[in-house]
């Protein structure tokens, strides 16, 4: 596979976008092969946007001759990452292929629970509020750039991660289907 061109970042909220961008950036993106499409901001559901706009998004990448990249970020939230996944999937006709650069990127409730993990807290995924409360300004922040940079040089290097969030592994395996294209 070529190089990506391009790369969409899919997302809910600011949180997630920067954490998205950092992360590819520290992988040696370039800030402008990204482009994040406006998400509500506080003036909507950021969740109803990734939803709604999923479809268009995904039809435009297969239309595209340039190789591109389609990172949707939506928080799992009282669902499972398997079922959120499949709700995405469903949105997109026909279906992502196993070949397909699209890439689901699903925290359980919140971003926030993967930068608590990565400063180094033991992590409970069903807990909804905690990490929010304890992370939900630093997540909007270069603040949290040295907690995505541990995650990013990990991943670059195959360095296995220690009891990680189950929704984080899901995560990792999903990154395998866009590594080679970054």
Known sequence: ????????????????????????????????????????????????????????????LRRRHASTILLVIQDADELSVDQIKSRLDAKILPPRDDNERIAYIIPKWHIQAWIAYLDRNNVNEADKDTYKNMYGKLSESKDAHPFIDRLADNCRQNIQLKSPPDSLVAACKEFDRIRSSL
């Open 1 to 60: 596979m070529s190089k990506a061109s391009q790369i969409i970042i899919l997302c809910e909220d600011k949180a997630h976008e920067i954490f998205v961008k950092h992360f590819l950036k520290k992988w040696g993106v370039k800030p402008r092969a990204i482009r994040v499409p406006p998400y509500p901001n506080g003036k909507g559901s950021g969740k109803k946007h990734v939803e709604d706009s999923i479809s268009v998004e995904a039809e435009a």
